[in-house]
């Protein structure tokens, strides 16, 4: 357990699915108490784009979570903008030991000070623009469901501006509230008995499922296995996310999924027919 510990300082679970707000919010948490305050001896990024880019001897003033982008805010007013997506991560280790997060071809950068090394593997994303220019990739996303302007009323009007759409798709989307991802959106809708494709007009209480969204998250943000249940033995952690066919928890209805949403963003949705009824009309996307 000490070898471990000595080892490795900060890690997350690499095939943990699509990155929800709270790993990405606790990502950011991490690189800011290791990175804030510091000179980069080492700011080196492996894309074209930013290949002759080279941020050594820059000081890092902050790092921070906007929904699940990350931005790294330097003295140079340059911000560096990454999203993980499905596949990316940032690790970070002690200066000096071995990097585990992949091999070296999958670096894309590397941030490193005195004492640690954050290396950022698979990112998908990854660009620096002026730190003035930050609301051009995270300027349209809607209210952060864990950052410190978090605006239930708003997300609720966002969510409800679209009445025909399924509450599945809305509750994803970016733009209406920051931070869902597919896990979370499976669980919320167990918790307040709604199918998937239930129409935003058709749910009642919607500022009640916003609410329990900031719950789950704000609850999970410090911990790596996030549970929705309360129970964080392996197994046990879900509801209906990662339970296809399974026996629901309440009713012991084997568990359905479906995976929809607009055209090129389809994502698998769980549910448990006979907890989540589908009320009103079927809306197909
Ligand atoms: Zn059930």
Request: proline share 7%.
């Amino acid at each position: 357990m000490i070898r471990v510990g000595l080892r490795l300082i900060y890690d997350w679970p690499q095939n943990c699915g699509v990155p929800e707000g709270d790993t990405v919010w606790r990502s950011c948490r991490r690189l800011h108490e290791v990175l804030a305050g510091h000179r980069l001896s080492r700011g080196e990024f492996c894309v074209p784009a930013l290949a002759t880019t080279e941020l050594t001897g820059i000081r890092v003033l902050e790092v921070r979570s906007r929904g699940k982008h990350q931005l790294f805010r330097f003295d140079n007013q340059m911000t560096l903008h990454t999203h993980l997506r499905m596949e990316g991560t940032w690790r970070i280790f002690r200066a000096g030991r071995r990097w585990s997060g992949g091999p070296d071809y999958e670096i894309r950068s590397i941030l490193a000070t005195a004492e640690h090394d954050a290396v950022g593997y698979r990112l998908p994303v990854i660009e620096l623009i002026p730190t003035t220019n930050e609301p051009d990739v995270v300027g349209h996303l809607g209210p952060d469901l864990l950052g410190p302007d978090w605006d239930p009323e708003e997300a609720v009007r966002r969510i409800s501006a679209e009445p025909d759409r399924t509450i599945g798709e809305a509750l994803l989307d970016q733009r209406n509230l920051a931070g869902i991802g597919t896990l979370y959106r499976a669980e919320v809708l167990f918790l307040q008995g709604l199918h998937p494709r239930t129409p935003v007009a058709e749910v009642k209480y919607l500022a009640r499922l916003v609410q329990r969204s900031h719950q789950l998250l704000y609850a999970n943000r410090w911990r790596p296995e996030q549970a929705t249940t309360g129970d964080l033995r392996p197994g046990r952690r879900t509801y209906v996310f990662g339970r296809e066919r399974e026996p629901c928890r309440r009713c012991g209805t084997p568990i359905e999924a479906e995976t929809f949403g607009p055209p090129g963003q389809e994502r698998r949705s769980l549910w448990c027919p006979r907890c989540q009824p589908l009320i009103g009309r079927t809306v197909r996307s």
